[in-house]
């Protein structure tokens, strides 16, 4: 590895100074962004290799593995393409292109690729907002040549892109270092390098990621037209072309009619008019928020929907007749901002700071009623500000009038009584957007497989889950031309409130949902019910989330004898004497069970299909469960709750994943 540092310095040298970013005068080649110094090209395969240069122009490319010429000539437009043959693990290699000028490609390694995607627990970086366990020393000690980082930059598209629209958060591929890796995604990076030190040879990764986002979004819309739920949106799409204006304008027309049947149920609103915002509307009867706070810590935990906020402010006699500034901090995520009765702004953008102008003819000296619909359509709601961020003011030089403190609210009506809302077609959660923008480019590139880590956004919705994400699968497999592409994925942490008995759990439905695609050859599902935190949806342990999943590609990929994956449920036997015994199947490259007489994690319930907390053992490679208040024993599950208590596990600490032998 000395003689790799020592040698990729060297030629980092070089790169900067041959790079095509930094001489765009000089380089005439040029190419799609992940086409870079310092990449890593997949090992032993053929890779197509293409750009732009002069129209109707020879061009020649040299690669130093082989120290072959290959020729081809651009078409009108300047594009280009040929095929190469990729080397068996090494490196530093140059390849060199010209079309009368050189654009020379420095430091370039071949080795393994993989592409790494999902929401935010992929994205969470080492540092900035991640900050993940130990994150200062895994930084400092980030130290790999041999390991190349490339992050997609975020983008959305309705329709698909083309690979050279894919641009780079970093300016290319990257070596792994210190100054490097803080905002690249943990656990592909931690992947990365378990593989780099187990294989001993250069690895890739390719971070992929965006928080937040539903596994819809990452599909084609060839492939959601067959998946139930998504016929109708895929459709529309269709017929409007793929065109994103026609897109937008139908999107504004179907939030018009939402926006006009939500008014028509908002108690706010009397034949088609507010009639909450005015001064002498009776509000003695409203209860208090304090204010800035979200809603659901305030008496409205859950609630999604608009909210109708009052508050009387006395003003010195000489605003009166002029402009006032109106700060009011962020509001999550939509308001509407009334003075006097009359609206005088609106705003949108969960983390947005609202400024408006109160306009001179509204304000007057004493009492001014200000009135603000809220209205938040997931997740936290109402003023996520500070204290110091709601004020009025006469001017920057004048002494603001606070705003925080106690308001008046009213709920205007619920989310929970009307069809979702419009998705915007430019968000993160559109079907097909982050397909089209952000994995359709990336096709080009040849990766040996993939490592999500997704789900979160799709709670709550486990049955639809259960067919979207195998077809996902299938999905990048063929787009990516590999039906046997290894998929390996990471089923949902425990979190919130932990439960011994929770058999409505939405969390644990849809960790089913993910372990069925195991069917599906060459997938492989790290188990992650051990690691997560009750109050921390992004939990910081990813050192153990990357070895879990790397210890199943080092065996399924890369055929090494190692502990995988942990026995998986197979099936029960009923005994005389109440007790539920259960079988498991034990994995190519698994291990049985450690011995343990008082297994945390079991429910059972009898033909009332109440459920107690149960009892359980190991007795070699089954499971013996019991519960005293059952004594028709019908149903046993395990690890069925948000945030449970398991205890099933291998010697190697791989935890058993959540089952349950009922379908109730």
Known sequence: MKTLRTITQCVGLCAVLTCPCTMPLQAKVTFPAFFSNNMIIQRNTTMQLFGKAKANKKVTVETSWNHQRHETRSDGEGNWSLTLTTPEAGGPYRITCSDGKKTVLENVMSGEVWFCSGQSNMEMPLAGWGRIKNFEQEIAA???????????????????LPPESVESTMGGWQECAPTTVPDFS??????????????????????????????????????LKGVMGYQEDIARLESLGFDPDKVMQDYQRQMEE???DMAKTDKGYRDGKECWTAAEVDDSGWPGMSLPGFW????????????????????PAEWAGKDLQLNLGAIDDEDVVYWNGEQIAKGSGFNVPRHYTVPARLVKSGKNLLAIKVTDTGAEGGFGGKAEDMNVRLN??????????????????????????PIYPGHSSYPTVLFNAMVHPCLAYPVKGVIWYQGCANVGRAEQYECLFQALIHDWRKQFGNPDMPFYFVQLANYLERKSVQPDSPWAALREAQSKAQHLA???????????????????????????LAVIALSDTYG???????????????????????SFVLPAHGENFEANSDI?????????????????????????????????????????????????????DLPVAPFRTDNW
């Not at 030190?197 to 819809?216: Q, R, S, Y």
Request: a neutral charge; charged letters at 20%; proline letters at 8%.
């Open 396 to 421: 920057d030089s004048a002494s603001p009038i606070s705003l925080a403190g106690e308001w008046k609210y009213n709920v205007g009506c619920s989310l929970a009584d009307f069809p979702p809302t």
């Open 600 to 652: 945390k994690g079991f429910t059972m319930a009898g033909p009332d299909r109440k459920f107690y907390p149960a009892k359980a053992r190991t007795e070699g490679d089954q499971v013996v469960v019991y519960a005293p208040e059952v004594k028709t024993p019908v149903a046993v599950r395990y690890g069925w709750a948000d945030n449970p208590e398991c205890t099933l596990r291998t010697p190697s």
């Open 560 to 582: 090494m004898n190692l502990p995988a994956q942990a026995p998986a449920y197979d099936s029960y036997t009923t005994e005389e004497n109440g007790q539920v015994r259960i």
């Open 186 to 223: 943990a656990v592909a990076y931690l992947y990365a390098r378990e593989l780099h030190k187990k294989l001993g040879i250069p690895v890739g990764v390719i971070d992929c990621t965006w928080g937040g986002t539903p596994a819809e979004a990452w599909t084609s819309a060839e492939t």
């Open 258 to 260: 939402w926006k006009a």
């Open 296 to 315: 659901e810590k305030q008496g409205l935990p859950g609630f999604d929907g608009n909210v109708w906020f009052r508050k009387f402010v006395n003003l």
């Open 522 to 548: 060459h997938t492989g599902m790290a188990g992650n019910i051990d690691i997560g935190e009750a109050n921390d949806i992004h939990p910081k342990n990813k050192q153990e989330v990357a070895r879990r």
């Open 142 to 160: 980030a130290d790999y040549p041999g390991i190349r980082l490339f992050q997609v930059k975020k983008a959305t598209s309705v329709a698909p």
